[in-house]
């Protein structure tokens, strides 16, 4: 058993140092079904800004009391050291400390104690979420539903064409649909207007974001201004934002570069932990992010989709991904917090269920067969994020009989029988929070 000691550096810093579990570890570790009553609390860690916070803020934005992620934090420390057994982590005093195992560092601040998530299980978290996402993905059949082949269509259509050509093919219908890669009013008029007066300037802006040579950041940032340039200086709009320079690039190089919207863009960084950059650098930090997904997941995905695509020629796994998020972008939005000050609202349908629920631990849904109730305790407990199991009761089990209950008496001749009571506390339509 290896023993570590968490120490004080001299910026005020607790840490017990490297604890030797890799990413790929502390994935196995949160795959365990024991793990599943402290991925939550992990996951809303791992949203605050650089994965640090008090208990206290994470509290504030999730809604429960600070209690709550003390405890789930300070015990699942206490699982990962048992389920490894390899080594403990000690005071200078020798008592026995469990929060520099998760946590690579800690601090004090005037708002409390303050601890940032290890690297490592940063990467193994998200590494999870997507690998849960790409799941759900695949069984719900979203790419079907949401028509999003038109895509590869337009990298066939645009393959080896002039600036002038990719311009005008994101102007046309694909599969009957506008392609919806750009904001579509505001690039068609203004395209349209330089297109006519200024083409020749129009395809050296083009040409000088399609320039490999020089730094993304860079060509988004030229592409801003020269668009701006040659607009006419009282509109307001001149399609130079960095959707517009996505699209473009993707036509151009469609293995390297995929859509951008901020949009998704920043509902990414806020599901998987990833800190918003700033305009001008958002569209580079997505290929990052999907690059590096496309590195882990490239192949799954693309096997998931190869059905809607297989007869285009241009396959690139970057757009696979990026449609991925865009499949399921209500489904993450329906995971994080969209406002940082509040705490998170729960759903409105389902509201005053699952405020009920928490308090009670027990719920029954009543009504007619077909009426809905065992869909409405599943959209429950999806949206309690909660794990379910249904009992079927024998037929000749009466309805009336489970909600006001039968117990077992002795009759006067020594034989078992049951009596009709009350029950305060039943449970039929049953979800474990």
Known sequence: MKTLYKTVNTNGEYSCGDIGISKEEWFELLKDNEAQQYRDVLFCFLRMPEHAATCSAVAKKNGKNYEHYNAKISNFAKWVQRKLNRFQVLNTDGSETFWCIPMQKGWDTKQGFKWQLRDELVEALQYYLMKALIIRYRESDKLKSFDE????????????????????????KIQGQQVNLVYNA???SVMNHLSKNKPNELVAIGEHLFDESKPIDDRIASFKGEMRSI???????????ERTASALLMCKYPEKYTTYKDEIYQLVCCYFGFNIKNVGNKFSHFME?????????????QGIVMPYINQYRNKPMNLAIQTVFWCMKDYMKSKIIPNEEEPMPLPKKYKKYIELLQETHNLVLTGAPGTGKTHMARAI?????AVTKFVQFHPSYDYTDFVEGLRPIEKGDGQMGFERRYLELSFGAYINP
């Open 149 to 172: 082949s038109y895509k590869w269509e337009l990298l066939d259509r645009t393959e080896g064409k002039s600036v002038l050509d990719i311009i005008k093919s994101l102007q046309e």
């Open 186 to 188: 505001q690039f068609n």
């Open 231 to 241: 607009c006419p200086s009282e509109w307001n709009n001149c399609a130079n934002d």
């Open 289 to 301: 992010i999907i690059d590096g997904f496309v590195a882990d997941f490239g192949e799954k995905v």
């Open 381 to 385: 407990a999806e949206e309690m994020d």
